[in-house]
């Protein structure tokens, strides 16, 4: 499924794209759980497919979300928690926010 929903995503099918990826995160938050690694990439991947289509708001709401649960679970360290806070200051950057952008980026490069 996360696979497919890649090639939607490739293939600039955000709708189907983000039905599917909603579909992995329930799946995977009910096999595996809410803060399991795979089931935070899942989200982390709806999150890119809500950039795509221009949806800010969403984007970065779910991006604050899944950042605070990989900060608990992987760490500040960990590539992951720096991939999801370097998405988010990209969410920030579309948005003009070049204050939060330039901290979240000081953010990584530091933990780095």
């Known amino acids: 499924m996360v696979n497919l929903a890649a090639t939607y995503h490739k293939e600039v099918r955000w709708k189907e794209a983000e039905e599917l ?3 992995v995160i329930k799946a995977s938050s ?3 759980g809410k803060e399991q690694p795979d089931t ?3 989200t982390a991947n709806l999150t890119s497919t809500y950039c795509k289509q221009v ?3 969403e984007a970065e709401e779910l991006e604050v979300k ?6 608990r679970v992987l760490g ?3 590539a992951d928690t720096l991939t999801v806070v370097g998405n988010l200051a990209a969410t ?3 948005q003009g926010r070049w204050e939060e952008v330039a901290n979240l980026q000081f953010y990584v490069i530091e933990a780095s």
């Not at 899944?66 to 900060?71: K, P, Q, R, S």
């Open 21 to 23: 990826e909603v579909k």
């Open 66 to 71: 899944v950042v605070g649960v990989m900060l």
């Open 76 to 78: 500040e360290e960990h």
């Open 92 to 94: 920030h950057d579309e």
């Open 40 to 42: 935070l990439t899942a």
């Open 30 to 32: 009910r096999l595996l």
């Open 55 to 57: 949806w800010w708001m």
